[in-house]
C-alpha cells in the first residue's frame, strides 16, 4: 500500500512540531472515533511529553455509540482527558473549553502560587490529515475569536487565537503522519477514505470492508443494501452488484463499481455507525 507521506514531509512537520509544543501548555490531538488507534500518531506521546494532553474523538456521529465510550475509557485510564466531538455539526465542541481547563489545574495552581493570575492556557490542535483539524479550529475559534496576532517574544509568525479570557489557540495545527508501516493500519485509514483513493485497489478494499462488517456487525450491509450474504463477500458484493444494476460491456456484472458504492456509502455514513477496531486487542 502507498500513502503520501514521505521520511522528508515527515521529518520536516516533526521538526516545526518540536518547535511549537515549547509554546504551549495543552496538546489538544484529534483522533479519528472511527478508528482511535489507527489514526493517532505513534511519536505524539514523545513530542507531547511534559504538557497536558487532551484525545478529542472526532466524528463520533460516524461512529458505534458503545464502542466510542469504550474508546473514552480506554484513553483516560492512560491518563488522557477525552471528548467526543463532531466538529461539522458543533456538537460537543464548546464543552472541550472545561475539558481543557481540567487538564491544565495544575498549571493553573502552579500559577497562582507564583502569583502569576489569569494567564491564558495556550493550547495546540495536532492530528493526521483529514481527521478534522481545520473544521474543529473553526467550530471551536467561531466568529467571536480575535486574532491576536504576533507578539513580541514570541516565534515569529505565529498567530495565536484568542477563544476567551482564559484559553489561547495556535491557529495552524500540527500535521502528523499516521503508523503507516503497519498494513492494518493503512487499510481502516483507506476505509474511512485518509489515504488517497488513487492508489488502492477499490474492489480489494470493497471486499475488505464487506468481510470486516459481515464479522463485526452481522446482516448491517445486507440490511442496507436489501440482499442475502453471500458465502463470501464476493458473493456478497455479486448480490449488492445484482441489486444495483452494476453492469459493464457485455451485461458483465461490474465488481469495481460496485465496490465503489460501498466505499462512498460507508464514508458517507450511509450504512450506519461502525467503529473499525476495539479498544480491546
Ligand atoms: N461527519 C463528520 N465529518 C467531519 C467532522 N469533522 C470534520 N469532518 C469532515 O472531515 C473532512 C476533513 O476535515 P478537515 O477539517 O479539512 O481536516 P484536516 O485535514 O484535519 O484539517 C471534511 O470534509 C470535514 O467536513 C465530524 O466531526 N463529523
Ligand atoms: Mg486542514
Redesign the pocket.
Known amino acids: 500500500m502507498h500513502f503520501q507521506w514521505y521520511p522528508g514531509h515527515m521529518t520536516k512537520a516533526k521538526r516545526a512540531m518540536q518547535e511549537d509544543i515549547k509554546l504551549i501548555d495543552v496538546v489538544i490531538e484529534?483522533v479519528d472515533a472511527r478508528i482511535p488507534y489507527s489514526s493517532k500518531n505513534p511519536d505524539i506521546d514523545e513530542i507531547a511529553k511534559n504538557k497536558a494532553r487532551i484525545i478529542l474523538l472526532?466524528?463520533?456521529?460516524?461512529a458505534n455509540k458503545e464502542k466510542t465510550a469504550e474508546w473514552k475509557n480506554w484513553y483516560e485510564n492512560k491518563g488522557f482527558h477525552v471528548a467526543l466531538?463532531?466538529?461539522?455539526?458543533g456538537a460537543g465542541v464548546r464543552a472541550v473549553n472545561e475539558v481543557v481547563q481540567s487538564a491544565c489545574k495544575e498549571k493553573i495552581e502552579r500559577d497562582r502560587k507564583r502569583g502569576i493570575l489569569n494567564r491564558p492556557i495556550r493550547a495546540m490542535i495536532v492530528?493526521?490529515?483529514?481527521?478534522?483539524?481545520?473544521?474543529?479550529i473553526n467550530s471551536f475559534a467561531g466568529k467571536a475569536c480575535t486574532k491576536t496576532g504576533n507578539k513580541p517574544g514570541v516565534t515569529k509568525g505565529k498567530q495565536w487565537i484568542r477563544l476567551n479570557k482564559n484559553v489561547e489557540l495556535l491557529d495552524t495545527?500540527g500535521i502528523l503522519w499516521p503508523k503507516f508501516e503497519d498494513q492494518t493500519v493503512g487499510l481502516r485509514l483507506a476505509f474511512i477514505g485518509s489515504i488517497k483513493d488513487e492508489v488502492l485497489n477499490v474492489l480489494d478494499l470493497g471486499l475488505e470492508l464487506i468481510k470486516f462488517l459481515d464479522t463485526y456487525y452481522e446482516g448491517a450491509i445486507e440490511e442496507f443494501y436489501q440482499v442475502e450474504q453471500g458465502e463470501d463477500s464476493i458473493e456478497t458484493l455479486k448480490n449488492i452488484a445484482i441489486k444495483r444494476g452494476c453492469l459493464q460491456k457485455g451485461n458483465e456484472l461490474d465488481y469495481d463499481k460496485a465496490a465503489g458504492i460501498v466505499m462512498d456509502d460507508f464514508k458517507a455514513?450511509k450504512i450506519g455507525k461502525f467503529t473499525l477496531e476495539f479498544p480491546e486487542y
Request: aromatic share 8%; charged share 15%.
Open positions: 484529534l472526532n466524528k463520533y456521529d460516524l466531538v463532531n466538529s461539522k455539526s492530528g493526521i490529515p483529514n481527521v478534522g483539524k481545520s473544521t474543529f495545527p455514513g
